[in-house]
Antibody
Framework: EVQLVESGGGLVQPGGSLRLSCAAS????????MGWVRQAPGKGLEWVAN????????YHADSVKGRFTISRDNAKNSLHVQMNSLRVEDTGVYYC???????????WGQGTLVTVSS | QSALTQPPSASGSPGQSVTISCTGT?????????VSWYQQHPDKAPKLLIY???KRPSGVPDRFSGSKSGNTASLTISGLQAEDEADYYC??????????FGTGTTVSVL
């Protein structure tokens, strides 16, 4: 069974940093593009970042470019996002998701909550 | 990367059909065949319903169908059921491996 389990969320002050992780199991992790999607409280989904199978290409939304960095460790079947210079508007649930071979996010984690507040 | 435009809400009676639109530009919806749709129930992770405009993953009922015309994609739910009451989001490729979601539509079953 495919599983994606996020961790690392919590409360952080504006300007602070946080590193989220996603543990993948049940599939050949190194064969898939992976991504992060977030959802502010009571709001819609927002694509955050994508990373290629071997980590050689990364893409970040304009709203996080220069502050967030997506990465992966295929040896440990794990996906990460380093979040720096956090802002109040970065608050929300962060989902780890797998890009299926068909350009759709076919598997999602349960999400981890990030709260940026003083 | 502006969010794609969806109507905030849509509704229908059980058995009826509901169509949700997703309007973008020639730089996203109109330029690529990589439009997908997601269903999200309260406090749950999203679920993939449609990919590549009109394809359904295995396990998704054929009551859900997708289409696209120009810069607007659409999701149609036929034979509406109580469990279809949820939020629905479109997503489109916006060049290379950049993506953008729609603003979301809440579907109510009357």
């Amino acid at each position: 069974e495919v599983q994606l389990v996020e961790s690392g969320g919590g409360l952080v002050q504006p300007g602070g940093s946080l590193r989220l992780s996603c543990a993948a199991s049940g599939f050949s992790f190194s064969q898939y593009w992976m991504g992060w999607v977030r959802q502010a409280p009571g709001k819609g989904l927002e694509w955050v970042a994508n990373i290629k199978q071997d980590g050689s290409e990364t893409y970040h939304a304009d709203s996080v470019k220069g502050r967030f960095t997506i990465s992966r460790d295929n040896a440990k079947n794990s996906l990460h996002v380093q979040m720096n210079s956090l802002r109040v508007e970065d608050t929300g649930v962060y989902y780890c998701a797998r890009w299926g071979l068909s350009a759709g996010l076919d598997k999602w984690g349960q999400g981890t909550l990030v709260t940026v507040s003083s | 990367q502006s969010a794609l435009t969806q109507p905030p809400s849509a509704s229908g009676s059980p058995g009826q059909s509901v169509t949700i639109s997703c309007t973008g530009t020639s730089s996203d919806v109109g330029g690529y065949e990589y439009v997908s749709w997601y269903q999200q129930h309260p406090d749950k992770a999203p679920k993939l319903l449609i990919y590549e405009v009109n394809k359904r993953p295995s396990g998704v009922p054929d009551r859900f169908s997708g289409s696209k015309s120009g810069n607007t994609a659409s999701l149609t739910i036929s034979g509406l059921q109580a469990e279809d009451e949820a939020d629905y989001y479109c997503n489109s490729n916006a060049g290379s491996h950049y993506y953008v979601f729609g603003t979301g539509t809440t579907v109510s079953v009357l």
